[in-house]
């Protein structure tokens, strides 16, 4: 049986420096390992409504959108890579839009209304990137408060960070530091590995 991994692009750039890190970590993953790519951008995604009915019925109660197929990829898949710029310190906007929407795909609820993690022991990568130049894209917490809210997102659902891919500065480089390539890599052989 293929190992599948899902990516996650939420940069609007289908060729971009998200999508292009994105890619170092997926082909480290081998061939061997089912790729399921989604730019977000390129999604119909309809809004959450916070109707609170996907915490009883396990889905989505809306008209069926590509957050419904993603939901099911989700839930099938054995690793997953997340990519986004970095936007007023945060994911961007339509990856957080899909990741609202998927929530029963991702975790589950306690008749006490606690939180149940539906992948545990699965792996996953984040990757970050954004214009502010190293150190101030430290000092204003633009890539850190990216990261953490990736974190916390995957937290809940039960993926352990195998870890994360971080380029500051993007508006006065020209490509992608080619150690920065090579680490991409190692994180997807390292996926691999614990698909």
């Avoid at 998200?18 to 995604?45: F, I, K, P, R």
């Amino acid at each position: 049986m293929t190992k599948t991994v899902v990516v996650v692009n939420g940069s609007p750039r289908r060729n971009g420096t998200v999508a292009q890190l994105l890619h170092a970590v997926s082909d480290g993953c081998g061939a061997d390992c089912g790729v399921h790519w989604y730019d977000v951008n390129e999604m119909t995604v309809r809004p959450c409504t916070g109707c609170m009915k996907c915490r009883s019925t396990g889905t989505c109660v809306l008209p069926r959108d590509d957050a419904h197929a993603f939901a099911e990829d989700i839930r099938g898949c054995g690793g997953i890579i997340i990519g986004t710029p970095v936007y007023w310190g945060n994911m961007s906007g339509q990856l957080k839009l899909l990741f609202d929407r998927v929530v029963p795909a991702l975790m589950g609820e306690s008749p006490r209304g606690i939180p149940v993690p539906l992948h545990r022991g699965k792996r996953a990568v984040i990757i970050t990137a954004c214009t502010t130049p190293w150190p101030f894209s430290v000092l204003f917490r633009q890539t850190g408060n990216a990261v953490r809210s990736l974190k916390e997102i995957l937290r809940y659902a039960g993926f352990r960070i195998t870890g994360t891919l971080v380029l500051p500065g993007t508006k006065n480089k020209r490509g992608i530091p080619g150690r920065l390539l090579k680490k991409g890599c190692r994180l997807g052989k390292q996926l691999h590995c614990s698909l």
